[in-house]
């Protein structure tokens, strides 16, 4: 089955400046890239997603990049908020399937005033 | 609409106990799951169900079963819980075809002593 790794497991960047979360999956035939958010004690939610049709795409201060080729993709923040420290699940599926999501371990981002 | 509706929000089991962890979507999903949430091992998938009437194994399906009651509803039962299940159980459903967003429940934090 498919194998999503995450790195780093926390990432502590002061206010204003970039993060950057990378995974890597196993499964060449997965093509749904999903990213998720989870504050404390909160349910994740869905942050912004990319296919394997599709290098990158943005959304206002974040944005995902696909390497197909490396099997590699990243979430990028700028312009780091307090709001932004949360944890950061990476994820990959065969999309248009009903098997679920792999998920990453996880990324806690912690941000410094 | 109140989404993905999970209960209880907190529970403490005796090793051996049993117990079912209940969930129910309102948002006409055809597929539905239970992940388990450990820390520093992100979301691995127990069970799911791609449609009314089916279900499958996930990643750690070992102690548990489910039932798909309905369309709407989708039950997870530990027959004998073991300190190994202490852990954050979310239910999620989502719509095959119309992209792979997850919705995730609020969580049941389940703890067996």
């Known amino acids: 089955g498919e194998n999503v790794e995450q790195h780093p497991s926390t990432l502590s960047v002061q206010e204003g400046d970039s993060a950057v979360i990378k995974c890597t999956y196993s499964d060449s035939a997965s093509n749904y890239f999903p990213w998720y958010k989870q504050e404390l004690g909160k349910r994740p939610q869905l942050i912004i997603d990319?296919?394997?049709?599709?290098g990158e795409k943005k959304d206002q201060r974040i944005a995902v990049t696909l390497n197909k080729t490396a099997k590699h993709f990243s979430l990028h923040i700028t312009e780091t908020q307090p709001e932004d420290s949360a944890v950061y699940f990476c994820?990959?599926?065969?999309?248009?399937?009903?098997?679920?999501?792999?998920f990453g371990k996880g990324t806690h981002l912690i941000i410094q005033p | 609409n109140a989404g993905v509706t999970q209960t209880p929000k907190f529970q403490v089991l005796k090793t051996g106990q049993s117990m079912t962890l209940q969930c129910a979507q309102d948002?006409?999903?055809?597929?539905m799951y239970w992940y388990r949430q450990d820390p520093g091992m992100g979301l691995r998938l127990i069970y799911y169900?791609?449609?009314?009437?089916?279900?499958d194994k996930g990643e750690v399906p070992n102690g548990y079963n489910v039932s798909r009651l309905n369309k709407r509803e989708f039950s997870l039962r530990l027959e004998s819980a073991a300190p190994s299940q202490t852990s954050v159980y979310f239910c999620?459903?989502?719509?095959?075809?119309?992209?792979?967003?997850?919705?995730f429940g609020s969580g049941t934090q389940l703890s067996v002593l």
């Open positions: 169900s791609a449609s009314e009437g089916t279900t």
């Open positions: 994820a990959a599926s065969i999309g248009g399937g009903a098997d679920g999501l792999t």
């Open positions: 948002m006409n999903h055809n597929s």
């Open positions: 999620a459903s989502s719509e095959p075809g119309m992209g792979e967003k997850l919705f």
């Open positions: 990319i296919r394997s049709n599709v």
